[in-house]
């Protein structure tokens, strides 16, 4: 399958205007074993090429490496891409296990800089808070950022993992452009309060892993069998019986696939694109990948059409998947409701 440059829309009400499609980038840096540089940057290019431009990064991924890395490719195409990038996750390369969430309003303007130092901007299109730390007041953080797009250092606020309720409370504050959360075929539970009131709200939501971590495209079979360096191996719903019983549910996805002439991957991505329609809300998926090959085959997706017939093949398959999303689930939105 091939198409023409992506759409646009508009990424949440007073939002940039993007490609219907983005690019996840943390891949690139870390996470999912070695990384092929120079592929990886033409992939960026080609990405541009296709319509895509809402690029994500955050600061946590590869310690900051990965703003460094996209940073040269969106100052020399400032005027077409909208780079997102995040920040609440504290790490240290002393202890690579290390997770911490900061949301105070010192960490955060700290943060900022940091994210913008490293990219080579003056200003970030779009900042997200990338987990919730419930001992801190809302307001308090969004007041914070609030305040960064008062100083020009952020255009657009977004949050992520978030419910619907802490949507709510956080848009009072000040306006969201978008909200960042898990959404694909096996993982549905963002549609319990957070997908309904970024509709209500006119907020746009971004999908992320909308392939399952690769899950869904049928590129490993068990994450268990992965180089060391892959954090899939920890993910519950990757490895051992789970995999196994998740394996199965793949069936209707290449069933779905053989009769558009698409592979499994596309189709994941097409059922993303169109709960925009199921939803009445404007849904910008974000893919990962670092080779061009896999860049236009998850663009493709974007004009795929499914019939009421399959979308009806598809919809009983979360609730049979095996194993939670993340080995701890507490700094997720369903952790949380």
């Not at 719903?237 to 394996?247: C, K, L, M, Q, S």
């Amino acid at each position: 399958m091939t198409h023409p440059v992506l759409p646009t829309t508009e990424l949440g009400t007073g939002g940039p205007l993007v490609g219907v499609q983005g690019l996840g980038c943390m891949g690139i840096s870390e996470f999912y074993g070695p990384t092929d540089s120079d592929e990886a940057r033409a992939t960026l290019d080609a990405a541009l090429e296709a319509g895509v431009t809402l690029f994500d990064t955050a600061d946590m991924y590869g310690f900051g490496r990965n703003e460094e890395f996209v940073g040269p490719f969106v100052r020399a195409n400032r005027d077409e891409v909208v780079i997102a990038t995040k920040f609440a996750v504290e790490r240290s390369e002393d202890d690579p296990t290390r997770r911490a969430i900061r949301n105070d309003p010192a960490y955060i303007r700290a943060a900022v800089d940091a994210s913008l130092r490293r990219l080579g901007l003056d200003e970030i299109d779009l900042y997200y808070m990338h987990r919730r730390d419930p001992a801190v007041p809302l307001a308090e953080s969004v007041g914070a950022m609030a305040e960064l797009v008062e100083a020009g250092k952020v255009r657009h606020l977004g949050l992520s993992e978030v419910t619907g309720a802490e949507l709510r409370e956080a848009h009072a504050v000040h306006p969201i452009a978008a909200v960042q959360s898990e959404w694909s075929v096996f993982a549905r539970d963002v549609e319990r309060s957070a997908v309904p009131t970024a509709a209500e709200l006119g907020v746009a939501f971004v999908p992320y892993s909308p392939l399952g971590r690769g899950f869904l495209t049928g590129a490993f079979q068990d994450a268990g069998k992965l180089v060391e360096s892959d954090f899939r191996r920890t993910h519950p719903r990757y490895t051992g019986d789970n995999a196994v019983a998740n394996g199965e549910l793949l069936a209707p996805l290449r069933e779905i696939a053989r009769a558009h002439d698409a592979t499994s991957a596309q189709v994941a991505l097409a059922w993303v694109h169109q709960r925009a329609e199921v939803h009445g809300l404007t849904v910008v998926p974000i893919p990962g990948t670092r080779k061009r090959s896999r860049l236009a085959e998850n663009t493709a997706a974007a004009t795929l059409r499914l019939t009421a017939a399959e979308l009806a093949l598809l919809e009983p398959v979360a609730d049979r998947v095996a194993g939670d999303r993340y080995p701890d689930m507490s700094t997720t939105s369903v952790g949380r409701e």
